[in-house]
């Protein structure tokens, strides 16, 4: 694993800790010789974890829509910083240079973001592991709500377990570090 996917809020959110956390992550990333590839943003949990990245000597990749130039002040001093057409080249780049996905607390768009490649592997578009930072019981939620969808036949176990959760950046990297996901066939 190269290169990291980070989902994450163009906000900071109320509760300190998923700041904390934001940081914690851009630290172990460069720690760990890990590329960081995110939304482009110099704010919120976007800007936490390029900032604590690049203070630590990380390589940080931005992607980022024109139209969200300003709306989500585009970070100015990434490693490299992508301008694209629309959100959907956005995720696209964003997946073609990564090597795993993480999300952290955010909104609807890191929702939506971490569902669409968790979906990507379960139809075998990708290989590459994808995981939640459960910061603060953040995902307790969204995660009753997938066990709910595989007791009612809508996500299979198998699906399910191979997503990668925990409430510590540091094994939650290690993992997905010595993960390999499997080809699933969704319809066997």
Known sequence: MERVCIYCGSNSGFNPLFREAA????????????????????????GAVADAALAHGGEVIGVIPKLLVEKEKEHRGVTQLFEVATMHERKQKM???SDAFIALPGGIGTLEEIVEVFTWQQLGYHRKPVGILNVNGFFDPLLRFLDDMEKNGFLRRENLNSLMIDEDASLLLEAMSKAT????????
């Open 95 to 97: 997946a073609d240079l």
């Open 181 to 188: 996901p499997k080809a699933f066939d969704k319809w066997i």
């Open 23 to 46: 940081a914690q992550v851009g630290k172990l990333c460069a720690q760990s010789g890990l590329g960081i590839v995110y939304g482009g943003g110099g704010v919120g949990l976007m």
